[in-house]
């Protein structure tokens, strides 16, 4: 299983920033994926997850109506579209799978938001 986020930056508030993740290694249009945040000196958090179908997706109340998840089960990519965005929503973002009983995670991407 490889999970590989790209897409992170420094952006100011109130700006926009798409990030990805790469699928490789498993049957990814049969599994839910995840996103999750780690802001320094915090827990890890979860922020969004989407069913195998893309039909049904779970947002944290701290992003519901500012990030949007979503999937393409043909190029195996997972996407989180974060508009909006705050100094508060500064952190590496991670993408999770559970896979055979394992939690598999991408080596993140840094997302700073800040003026």
């Known amino acids: 299983v490889q999970l590989v986020e790209s897409g992170g930056g420094l952006v100011q508030p109130g700006g926009s920033l798409r990030l990805s993740c790469a699928a490789s290694?498993?049957?990814?249009?049969?599994?839910?994926m995840r996103w999750y945040r780690q802001a320094p000196g915090k827990e890890r958090e979860l922020v969004a997850g989407?069913?195998?179908?893309?039909?049904?997706?779970n947002l944290a109340d701290s992003v519901k109506g500012r990030f949007t998840i979503s999937r393409d089960n043909v190029k195996n990519t997972v996407h989180l579209q974060m508009n909006s965005l705050k100094p508060d929503d500064t952190a590496v973002y991670y993408c999770?799978?559970?896979?055979?009983?394992?939690?598999?995670w991408g080596q993140g991407t840094q997302v700073t938001v800040s003026s």
């Open positions: 999770n799978v559970r896979w055979g009983g394992f939690d598999y």
């Open positions: 290694g498993f049957t990814f249009s049969t599994y839910y």
């Open positions: 989407i069913t195998s179908s893309g039909g049904s997706t």
